[in-house]
């Protein structure tokens, strides 16, 4: 069970973005694993990838196709197969999948970004499998098949990930629709998931990727479920151009206020996918204040975040605090004095001057730990900068799926 | 159940050290959660200690009576509270322990060192539970008592972890005997529980510590099962001088020698607590070859180790090497060319250049799996460095205990 998360409600269409899905039986019968996105001509494609050394093909191919500067004018997802680990004939069939898109839409093979999510390592003819399943797709292209398509994107998650806003740029309503899918194998270095995200501006090209980089850095690189990264991670961020505004350039007001929407999707979204981490039955934003500099903050709260020891307490609904002070204590800022750290749990304050608060009581510290939310602050007490990441519990369920994964 | 481990058999005594356990009612009634180890004069004693930030008070406290050069003759050792996160009381209980202790035994506090384990933050009085159980302790000391020590310094251990070694010094010969409690808030970096490993052999100072430095660094500074590093951690080797050896010199052949048996006994202890790894059902060796460097080596091994999805799939006994693949390719090894990599489990070659092996199959790759003690085997292609760790599976019951820890 996802926590506080529901359904995709209000999609909004992006003019110039049409979707449709398919059953391409890549691993399983009878559920529908590829999804096809067009974009209208004039579109504006970026994207981050993983960071991972072992690099999917279809990584590798997308990132080669984004690079060469073509118009992109399709995305072809499947799951089911991660196509990773697959060597040469892994980047043949990534490469031939792109061919079958092109030659289905009249596009060429460099204008077809494809994406890959599920199992690693194991074999399978993808261009096959998605050769069969085009003419099915193609006629079925809609702009309303964002729902569709955020289900289909699915792995182990339990529930569809997808939000939309609206903004004014240039006296015109600009729409920001984003979908992403990822419950395991989550951990920041970008982008551990995968995440579309469509827009209806017009937006210049190097505008366009310092949305994207700042929107992904805010949200898809502050989250962790497990501390694994994927072979397979990909962000995307699409700009039609067909809401009328004039070309967004960085800076500008627009852009600010573009930049404020796609952001919040990426949040939503990011925040979306630990919701519905593996097993979670609690969502858990880590604020650490009071250090010398970001990358401190964010070593402690990954510290924490990353901590079994923690994360079975949340799950357990136990106060045990004397964890998150180990985990603090072990996250390497070499000169922290252990004296100058509060910590507190839900806004209730658990250790001040590095022991426990003299106010403090277990009874409250069970109420806090008995919610679904529970927002925990660290402050180091040496400094201005501050930090936040999100992360879920480690609970039973966790093992049970990622023990059963594959059979 | 503990993978390929079963209680301590025939636990030599060491000439100059007596050991007595006894209930103090720490946290619970009715078990045996005080030991007290009684040092002949004449004895050295070196320590490691945690490097964690939050250092509990008997860390603080027997480092301070180590550093002071004062001659060591008792060592005192308490379950269910670890006396971590408890401020300027805990330090006043840590001290008044040894004080305690100092007045039962005629020697002075400076001479005792305080070890504490057990739940991290809750206060107690710990000194006035250990004075109220010394009069029945200090008459019970005995040179046979390291099976009741062992069994008396455990938490979540499930079996006592204790190893005897005799070797021959100047044609005497010289015991080494050792016992150590962990099983959770497992990782390297000195030294990731409590362990007591004495011998009567006369060893230099000098000599002692280098003996223990390059004993734990082989041995507990390699074996992870949580990542999670505690408050408390310790490992003191104690010699008493009384077999009748030459005093060993750093260098010498009896060195060699002595050396060798205390890393056995080390190495023993250390794998005992990865075998008795909380909920663990798999033994994981995890040799990383091929390195340019160990550092690079030791990173991509715990990449490895400490990642949840690879361990559950351990537990699940399926070769989802993929997972593997996933590990190597984000531990940070920037430059790592994929196509040299090779992986096996159990001896069996599963990637070679990167990819499944075309030899391999699946059904081998279960049959492995299906294993108690599974070595991973990743040769890296790119040098001659070497490491290798250990750990084990994360299970229901690994979630099991650190939920139900302090209910």
């Not at 990534?94 to 060429?108: F, H, I, M, N, P």
């Not at 994107?153 to 899918?181: C, H, N, W």
């Not at 805010?218 to 505004?245: E, H, K, P, W």
């Amino acid at each position: 069970m996802p926590v506080g998360l529901s359904a995709p409600r209000d999609l909004l269409p992006v003019s110039g973005v049409r979707l449709a899905t398919a059953e391409a039986g890549i691993r399983y019968a009878g559920r529908r694993d590829l999804t096809l996105i067009h974009l209208d001509p004039g579109t504006r494609v970026a994207g981050v990838f993983t960071r991972n050394r072992f690099r999917a093909a279809p990584v590798l191919v997308a990132e080669a196709h984004l690079a060469a500067g073509r118009e992109i004018r399709a995305l072809v997802i499947n799951t089911g197969n991660a196509n990773a680990g697959t060597g040469e004939t892994g980047l043949r069939s990534a490469q031939e999948s792109c061919e079958a898109v092109a030659l289905a839409l009249g596009c060429t093979s460099g204008q077809v970004l494809p994406f890959s999510t599920g199992v690693i390592g194991e074999p399978v003819d993808l261009a096959a499998r998605i050769r069969g399943a085009l003419p099915g797709c193609v006629p079925a292209l809609d702009r309303n098949g964002w729902n569709g398509a955020a289900q289909a994107i699915l792995t182990t998650d339990t529930v569809a990930k997808a939000f939309s806003r609206q903004v004014e740029v240039d006296g015109r309503p600009v729409t920001v629709t984003g979908m992403a899918k990822g419950s395991g194998m989550i951990r920041p270095d970008m982008a551990t998931m995968l995440a579309f995200i469509a827009t209806d501006a017009a937006v210049e090209k190097a505008a366009l990727d310092e949305l994207l980089h700042r929107a992904v850095d805010a949200s898809f690189n502050r989250i962790t479920v497990d501390g694994d990264m994927s072979t397979n991670d990909a962000c995307i961020l699409m700009a039609t151009g067909q809401a009328g505004n004039g070309p967004v350039e960085s800076g500008s007001a627009g852009f600010g206020r573009l930049r404020e929407a796609v952001q919040e999707v990426a949040l939503a979204l990011a925040q979306a996918i630990v919701r519905d981490g593996e097993g979670a039955t609690k969502f858990i934003p880590v604020r650490v204040s009071g250090g010398k500099n970001p990358a401190e903050c964010l070593q402690v709260a990954y510290r924490m975040a990353h901590s079994p020891l923690i994360k079975t307490a949340f799950f357990a609904s136990d106060p045990n605090w004397g964890r998150l002070l180990a985990a603090i204590g072990s996250a390497g800022v070499e000169d922290l004095d252990v004296r100058q750290v509060q910590i507190s749990l839900g806004g209730l304050c658990i250790v001040r001057q590095g022991a426990r608060d003299p106010a403090y009581t277990e009874a409250a510290g069970q109420a806090v730990m008995a919610r679904e939310e529970i927002p925990v602050h660290v402050d180091l007490g040496r400094g201005t900068a501050e930090e936040e990441i999100w992360t879920c519990d480690l609970s039973h369920e966790y093992v049970r799926i990622n023990a059963e994964y594959r059979s």
